[in-house]
């Protein structure tokens, strides 16, 4: 692994489904993001965390939580999706020594139907 | 809370030839960071440039550098020679400074999307 992963690359998932979007880092970033992403909308924040055990709002956290059991992990979970919730998802990384530049992942595409 | 607006949601250009971004913020802070993220069709963002608002000069990156305006809470961004590779969407993004590590949250514009003509 070089950098982030997310797993999976895309899903389609009916609606009232519970799902977990995986982010894995194996640059030892002490903070980790959520984001999604929406057409004319730019990227919004979801949640935060600062460092493992830890975890923060962001601009649109409503039906989503997350959880930092460790440095390398950070999922997301929908507990009951929605249509709404149809985006593209990026996690990202960052590290004091880098100057805060945040590292993205490749990005889930997630379609509720 | 900051904001960031990008007011070309698209541009194209021919291969070689120069264009400028357009990116406004508002902020009641002094000292901040900003940022031009770069997407190509492969969705994968990927950092094109940085400034620190404590700097006065502009900073460049090869052939991408900024106009960073303080006072008029403006950066754009420059591409010269521009080239097929840099079609994509541009996306400019404001981050607060440091207070407290890991509450450096982006805020991002709502992107303009480039297109480089052969």
């Known amino acids: 692994i070089a950098g982030i992963t997310q797993a999976p690359t895309s899903q389609i998932l009916a609606a009232g489904r519970r799902m977990t979007l995986r982010c894995t880092q194996d640059?030892?970033?002490?903070?980790m993001y959520w984001y999604r992403q929406d057409l004319g909308l730019g990227l919004r924040l979801i949640h935060y965390?600062?460092?493992?055990?830890?975890?923060g709002k962001g601009e649109v956290p409503d039906g989503y939580s997350v959880s930092r059991a460790n440095t390398d992990d950070f999922p997301l979970t929908l507990a009951s999706a929605v249509p709404s919730q149809t985006s593209v998802y990026f996690c990202?990384?960052?590290?004091?020594?880098?100057?805060?530049?945040?590292?993205f992942g490749p990005g889930t595409r997630l379609t509720v139907t | 809370a900051q904001t960031v607006t990008q007011s070309q949601p698209e541009m194209s250009v021919q291969e070689a030839e120069t264009v400028t971004l357009s990116c406004t913020y508002d902020?009641?802070?002094?000292?901040?960071?900003l940022f031009w993220y770069k997407q190509p069709p492969s969705r994968q963002m990927i950092l094109v440039i940085r400034?620190?608002?404590?700097?006065?000069q502009n900073a460049t990156e090869n052939r991408f550098s900024v106009n960073f305006q303080k006072a008029a809470k403006s950066f754009s961004l420059k591409i010269s020679d521009s080239q097929l590779g840099d079609t994509a969407m541009y996306f400019c993004?404001?981050?607060?400074?440091?207070?407290?590590?890991?509450?450096?949250?982006?805020?991002f514009g709502t992107g303009t999307r480039l297109t480089i003509i052969p």
């Open positions: 990202a990384s960052s590290v004091r020594q880098t100057g805060y530049e945040q590292y």
């Open positions: 640059m030892r970033h002490n903070a």
């Open positions: 965390s600062n460092t493992a055990g830890t975890t």
């Open positions: 902020t009641s802070e002094s000292n901040y960071y």
């Open positions: 400034q620190e608002a404590y700097k006065q």
């Open positions: 993004a404001f981050m607060n400074q440091i207070s407290n590590f890991g509450n450096e949250k982006l805020t």
